[in-house]
């Protein structure tokens, strides 16, 4: 069972980088790309974990799960969402949650028993909310750049980390474990490789599921019982007000369009990104609760959070594929479209 659960997470995050690399090969969407990164990313480190399950950890699995699993995986998830949602007001959220990241990020450093843990949180989280603001400032004009900035952001982290993971010197025996549950952890890598996971994983896991929720809640059929607006031409009191209140409107509206949307579906008229949406949602959320869980002491469900979010991530893009022909790749194709031919003709 040790073993079995990160090797089925990484089979499952692998068929689902395969898939959108594939996807991305015929459309050349960015955001396909993006996901496709980190998917890969994802099933790196689930396959570092599965071969150290297997023969035991060692320092280059270690530091291979740590960049592609620690550093770059919700980072490249994220980003793909905030492609998805270049052409909406998503980059105002976006721009509070790299600014929440930076925040922790100096909360995070308090807890580092190094003396530059301080000033490197301090520069980060600096860097990081010059970011946030140029991301807010760009969405508040309408620009769509705002995506290519934080996109380009998580790129320069992504960068920013391989330097430091080569140069970061490991005490014996060059790799830490959780005692309990045998899952690696950070604490042998240097404070500046460290605070850079929460600037990515924190606005990287909050964009990739709050993206979601966003996305069915822009196809759900809706009931705006609490209207407000983000328009720009408006005055920038009024503005300000609308955003503030943005997050308790759309939270209501959501909730009090449910029951339209389960109608639709049981009518069978319910547009397919919404249960796609749905699971993808999950699939952010079940592994970040696991891993917050596993943080805390409680280790009972952190290989079982990764593969229920792997699984769910790729059903999530299985549902929202157009057309079924388009899943080409060999060995798997076939099996898949016939599944899928299933279960989108079974009422």
């Known amino acids: 069972m040790i073993m ?17 690399f594939d996807q991305y090969r015929q459309r050349r ?7 496709a990164l980190g998917a890969t990313a994802f099933a790196l480190a689930a396959a570092a ?14 530091r291979l799960w740590y960049i592609s699993g620690a550093v770059w995986t919700a980072g490249w998830l994220g980003a793909g969402t905030i492609l998805l949602l270049t052409k909406t007001r998503f980059g105002y959220w976006y721009a509070l949650c790299l600014a929440l990241a930076g925040l ?4 995070v450093a308090r807890r580092l028993e190094d003396p530059s843990a301080g000033p490197t949180a301090l520069l980060y989280a600096l860097t990081t909310w010059g970011a946030s603001v140029a991301v807010g400032w760009l969405t508040y004009l309408g620009d769509h750049r705002w995506s ?31 005692p309990t549950t045998g899952a690696p952890v950070a604490l042998l890598l240097p404070p500046a490789l460290r605070l850079l996971t929460p600037l990515l994983n924190i606005s990287g ?3 990739l599921l709050t993206g979601a929720l966003f996305s069915i809640y822009v196809f759900m059929p809706k009931q705006r019982a609490l209207p407000y607006s983000s328009d720009p031409g408006q005055r920038g009191d009024e503005l300000l007000f609308n955003l503030l209140i943005a997050p308790v409107a759309i939270t209501v509206n959501f909730v009090r369009s449910i029951p339209l949307a389960l109608q639709a579906w049981r009518a069978g008229t319910l547009n397919r990104r919404v249960p796609a949406t749905a699971l993808i949602a999950l699939g952010a ?30 059903l999530g893009f299985l549902a929202s ?15 898949l479209r016939r599944a899928l031919h299933l279960l989108r003709h079974t009422r």
């Not at 974990?49 to 270690?62: C, D, N, Q, R």
């Not at 922790?104 to 909360?107: D, G, K, N, P, V």
């Open 148 to 178: 290519r900035v934080a996109v380009g952001f998580t790129a320069l982290l992504s960068a920013l980390a391989l330097p430091l993971l080569v140069l970061a010197t490991l005490p014996a025996p060059g790799w830490a474990v959780n």
């Open 49 to 62: 974990e599965t071969l150290a399950s297997a023969v035991g950890w060692s320092e280059p699995l270690y």
């Open 285 to 314: 959320f079940i592994p970040s609760l696991t891993d917050t869980l596993n943080r805390t002491g409680s280790t009972e469900f952190y290989q079982l959070g990764k593969l229920a979010g792997s699984v769910l991530l790729l």
């Open 205 to 207: 896991a909050l964009a």
């Open 4 to 20: 079995l659960l990160p090797a089925l997470t990484t089979t499952a995050a692998l068929l689902f980088a395969t898939l959108l």
């Open 104 to 107: 922790f990020t100096i909360l």
């Open 321 to 335: 594929v157009d057309a079924i022909d388009e899943i080409r790749l060999p060995l798997v194709g076939r099996p």
């Open 29 to 35: 969407h960015p955001y396909q790309r993006a996901w």
